[in-house]
Antibody, heavy 119, light 107 residues
């Protein structure tokens, strides 16, 4: 079964750091691009970051550029999001998601991990 | 950045209704559009990609159409499990923006 399992969320003070992890199983992890998408309480979806299958290409939303770093360890089938300089507006549920081979959508999602930034 | 508009934000419908949810892009995105369904407390679920391709395992009552700047998601006969929020996402250019969502609730 194809599965993604996030971990690492929690409560952190403004200016602090967290590292989210997303453990993948049931597919050839290194063959697929991956994404982080977040959802603030009561709000819609926001794409945060993307990474190619090899890890050689990355993309960040302007709202997190310079503060967040996406990476992956294909030997461990794990995706990461290092979040530094956290702000209250980063409070959200963070989902990891697998990209379709054609990159035309996100076909597998994790259950999400909650990040709460207190000011 | 490409902006996506979904109007209305809320839509009331009854079981058995045919429901059409629009999504408009601020500039042409060819067919690089996906649709997701999200229920409260759950992760989004991919329904449609490439504007009109039904994702494996999704019921055939869901269909997508359009290209360029105008797109639609249609549910041919609304079922009780379809009451949810629906989001479109463009994958034509970075950032891969999402629309604000349309919530379908029970009339």
């Amino acid at each position: 079964e194809v599965q993604l399992l996030e971990s690492g969320g929690g409560l952190v003070q403004s200016g602090g750091s967290l590292r989210l992890s997303c453990a993948a199983s049931g597919f050839t992890f290194s063959s697929y691009g991956m994404s982080w998408v977040r959802q603030a309480p009561g709000k819609g979806l926001e794409g945060v970051s993307l990474i190619s299958g090899s890890g050689g290409s990355t993309y960040y939303a302007d709202s997190v550029k310079g503060r967040f770093t996406i990476s992956r360890d294909n030997s461990k089938n794990t995706l990461y999001l290092q979040m530094n300089g956290l702000r209250a507006e980063d409070t959200a549920v963070y989902f990891c998601a697998k990209r379709l081979p054609t990159s035309n959508g996100l076909d597998v999602w994790g259950q999400g991990t909650t990040v709460t930034v207190s000011s | 950045d490409i902006q996506l508009t979904q109007s209305p934000s809320f839509l009331s419908a009854s079981v058995g209704d045919r429901v059409t949810i629009p999504c408009r892009a601020s500039q042409g995105i060819s067919s690089y559009l996906a649709w997701y369904q999200q229920k409260p407390g759950r992760a989004p679920k991919l329904l449609i990609y490439a504007a009109s391709t039904l994702q494996s395992g999704v019921p055939s009552r869901f269909s997508g159409g359009g290209s360029g700047t105008e797109f639609t998601l249609t549910i041919s006969s609304l079922q009780p499990e379809d009451f949810a929020t629906y989001y479109c996402q463009q994958l034509n250019s970075y950032p891969f923006t999402f629309g604000p969502g349309t919530k379908v609730d029970i009339k």
